[in-house]
């Protein structure tokens, strides 16, 4: 029984692919055909959608969120997918053994292609990266620090990440975002000109008595011989 069973799986591993290719080009085949309407029914439109139709115009963007991508956290939509909570609460990664790699894949999206488990910026269309969708760049900025939430915390990839990073600094060049600035206390210190570390400073006193700055340097004879040879060396140098 185990061995009719295995013969079963492999014959359907084999035709697997033969089946697949058919459904996949008749599916692209009605994208390209006009939708077809008859005269005497006006109004009527013959349906082109299949169940694989269905399930792939799930992952295209809503055509309102495009032009005004911030208008999706503000929507039912939105709130009855994630609630309160970030787009990548709840979020977790998939990866070969126990221990997580130390970065996320460089990207979910490779041609027509989609990983397994995409990002949580990938995984919804309506989700869009720009500098003025503010609600969504506060949920990747520490409210404590004000820094951005590394990608191995949120699980995004590598490319969303770029992406995340350029439009935040952005938002806060165009005064979208706050930047946090460490406090620093300068009460009790005095930086005025007067002050000794900033103001005139006086000559050290070997220059004024005329002893050199070294008490050992001054007992110091040098050599003669030596004295010439280097005047000698450097005769054409010497005025």
């Known amino acids: 029984m185990a061995t009719s069973r295995q013969g079963i799986a492999k014959v359907l591993c084999r035709l697997w692919p033969s089946i697949l290719n058919p459904v996949r080009q008749y599916q692209s085949c009605l994208h390209r055909l006009p939708a077809r309407t008859f005269p005497g029914l006006s109004g009527f439109q013959l349906p082109r959608h299949t169940l694989f139709q269905a399930v792939s115009l799930q992952g295209t963007a809503n055509a309102r969120y495009t032009d005004r991508p911030w208008d999706y956290l503000e929507s039912a939509e939105y709130i009855e997918k994630y609630g309160t909570n970030p787009v990548w609460a709840g979020y977790r990664r998939n990866h070969k053994g ?3 790699p130390q ?14 488990n995409p990002c949580p910026i990938c995984r919804d269309p309506n ?13 990747f900025i520490c409210p404590h620090t004000g820094m951005v939430y590394d990608p191995t915390q949120t699980g995004v990839c590598m490319k969303q990440q770029k992406k995340l990073n350029k439009a935040i600094s952005t938002a806060q060049d165009h005064g979208l975002l706050p930047i946090q600035i460490p406090y620093v206390d300068f009460s009790g210190e005095d930086y005025s000109n007067s002050h000794d570390a900033v103001g005139s400073t006086p000559p050290p006193p070997s220059l004024t008595s005329g002893i050199t700055w070294y ?16 005047k000698k060396t450097y005769k054409a140098y010497l005025k």
Do not use: F, M
């Open 215 to 230: 008490k050992w340097y001054s007992e110091l004879t040098p050599d003669q011989n030596e004295v010439a040879k280097v």
């Open 98 to 100: 126990g221990i997580p």
């Open 127 to 139: 989700v869009i990266v720009h500098h003025q969708n503010v609600k969504l760049l506060e949920q």
């Open 103 to 116: 970065k996320t894949r460089k990207t979910c999206i490779r041609g027509d292609k989609t990983c397994g």
